[in-house]
């Protein structure tokens, strides 16, 4: 299984970007999916995830409300948009599969992991 990141860049506070995560494998539908991240200095940290039917998502406290977590099960992708975008939103953002169909929140729940995207919120 892989998993490619894409759509990381660089905006102004109160801005939006929207990630993407293309997962191979004819199995994606079977499983949950998250977002993670990891800003320098710190401890890669829980963002968002969604079961394989899109009836559960999960949500950090400090993204509630901002982001929004969505699959796309016909094209294998998972989806963060990410909007009122704040400087402490700086980090690399890691998408990775669950071990089953739920939403997870704990990292140890999760099998597989991308490369990571970078994205950087200016004041």
């Known amino acids: 299984v892989q998993l490619v990141e894409s759509g990381g860049g660089s905006v102004q506070a109160g801005g939006s970007l929207r990630l993407s995560c293309v997962a191979s494998g004819r199995t994606f539908n079977m499983y949950g999916m998250g977002w993670f991240r990891q800003a320098p200095g710190k401890e890669r940290g829980f963002v968002a995830a969604?079961?394989?039917?899109?009836?559960?998502?999960l949500y950090a406290d400090s993204v509630k409300g901002r982001f929004t977590i969505s699959r796309d099960n016909a094209k294998n992708t998972v989806f963060l948009q990410m909007s009122s975008l704040k400087p402490e939103d700086t980090a690399v953002y890691y998408c990775?599969?669950?071990?089953?169909?739920?939403?997870?929140?704990?990292?140890?729940?999760?099998?597989?992991w991308g490369q990571g995207t970078q994205v950087t919120v200016t004041s």
């Open positions: 969604i079961s394989w039917s899109t009836t559960e998502t």
């Open positions: 990775a599969r669950g071990r089953g169909g739920s939403a997870y929140s704990t990292s140890r729940q999760f099998d597989y």
